[in-house]
């Protein structure tokens, strides 16, 4: 062939490659440009706009600072401070009195802590759905606060205190925003549920289960549940302006491995090739350096970038809208900060490691604790196997 037909042949290819990266850009431009909004109005047919008076704002302000100093911690499924429980119980009922009065609530405490509100609605062939939050909060060492953990401090426009994202801001949330419709004279159509547990922290089993069970047994079908969720965030998505809401659809579980080596036991000045710390570190340090695989875009994860496309600045926002292209760039930009990382795959985490009790005995014994968080997509069964390996590790 000759030199100018090839060169003919080659400004062909070249033309049509051109042409298909056009039609590319201009595929992704259009889908870009073209997503609906993420913008929702909750303002529609029957929805009045609620509005808060300087002094509710005030009321609603002080009824969390108030919960937030009472310490209802959860150390244990065995123990937990009972007293706060019962004051922070008696706190409600005084704070939220047309709550406990109305006509058309039925209140009742479960299990001695936990408690349970039945809002009655004019329609009872409707399902009725149900509203969830917790009373308990982990334990605060003060090491680390700016302020004391259960101060219920404000400070520069904020609320400081254990409990006040979790999970006390729903406690109070739900029930003042009842108080506040029973003020203005709300009568559902739908009847409601409101649970407050007493021992989520811990397993829930004492609190929520027993709720469940007295729903279950008046034979209660609820259309859905609403659960504590996801917050309000800024600044958490990197190219997000604007505050966003962020709703959970699913919810991650949760797997504790605990680890134990046992070792012959021994004097510090004839050490084995390995201890018990030894072998248990090298295990656990294999979980670390070998995280559980990306599965962006497996879950909700991608759906919910693609909704937020809108928001982000270019190029981001052609990125996101096109994740059909662009996941793999994203997923591995998401995987650099842990905040992201989890919302990517099964995070991994040693949290607690006990070994030794003299400077001088070589430990007989060595505990790790690892707690694995599920991404939706992922099984138990599919992360149980991890733990296989690190027996052959442990095994050596």
Not at 180 to 209: C, Q, T
Not at 266 to 292: C, D, F, K, Q
Not at 372 to 393: C, G, M, W, Y
Request: with cysteine; charged share 20%; hydrophobic share 45%.
């Amino acid at each position: 062939m000759s030199r100018a037909r090839w060169r003919g042949v080659g400004g062909a290819l070249l033309g049509l490659l051109l042409f298909g990266v056009g039609i590319l850009v201009a595929a992704l431009l259009v889908r870009t440009y073209t997503l609906p909004s993420s913008q929702v109005s909750w303002q529609g047919p029957g929805v009045a706009e609620v509005k808060f008076t300087p002094d509710e704002r005030q009321l609603l302000k002080r009824a969390l600072i108030g919960a937030l100093r009472i310490p209802t911690v959860s150390f244990s499924e065995e123990e937990q401070n009972v007293t706060a429980l019962a004051e922070l119980g008696e706190y409600i009922r005084r704070v939220f009195p047309r709550v406990f009065s109305s006509s058309i609530i039925k209140h009742e405490v479960v299990a001695e802590y936990s408690h349970l509100f039945a809002v009655q609605g004019s329609d009872l062939s409707l399902k009725p759905y149900m509203i969830l939050a917790h009373l308990d909060v982990v334990p605060a060492p003060p090491e680390g606060w700016d302020v004391p953990p259960f101060s219920g401090e404000e400070r520069d426009g904020y609320i400081y205190g254990r409990g006040a994202l979790d999970n006390k801001c729903c406690v109070i949330g739900a029930l003042q925003a009842l108080d506040l419709l029973l003020k203005r004279g709300y009568k559902p159509k739908r009847s409601f549920y409101i649970g407050l547990g007493h021992d989520e922290e811990v397993s829930g089993h004492k609190g929520a289960m027993k709720v469940v069970e007295k729903l279950q047994s008046r034979g209660v079908k609820l259309l859905f549940v609403i659960d504590e969720g996801l917050a309000v965030v800024e600044g958490v998505l990197h190219g997000v302006k604007k505050p966003v809401a962020l709703i959970g659809t699913t919810e991650k579980g949760s797997i504790t491995l605990n680890l134990t080596v046992n070792q012959p036991p021994g004097h510090s000045s004839m050490p084995p090739a390995e201890t018990s710390i030894g072998i248990l570190a090298a295990a656990v340090s294999r979980l670390e350096r070998n995280p559980m695989p990306n599965m962006f875009g497996e879950g909700p994860d991608a759906f919910m970038f693609e909704k937020l496309a809108g928001e982000f600045a270019f190029p981001l926002n052609v990125m996101m809208a096109n994740l059909w292209l662009f996941s793999p760039i994203i997923s591995r930009v998401l995987e650099q900060k842990p905040s992201s990382n989890a919302i990517v795959r099964t995070t991994t985490a040693i949290t607690i490691f006990n070994a030794g009790v003299k400077a001088n005995v070589i430990p007989h014994i060595a505990r790790a604790t690892v707690n694995f968080r599920l991404h939706p997509a992922q099984t138990v069964d599919e992360v149980r196997n991890v733990k296989f390996s690190i027996d052959k590790v442990i095994a050596g």
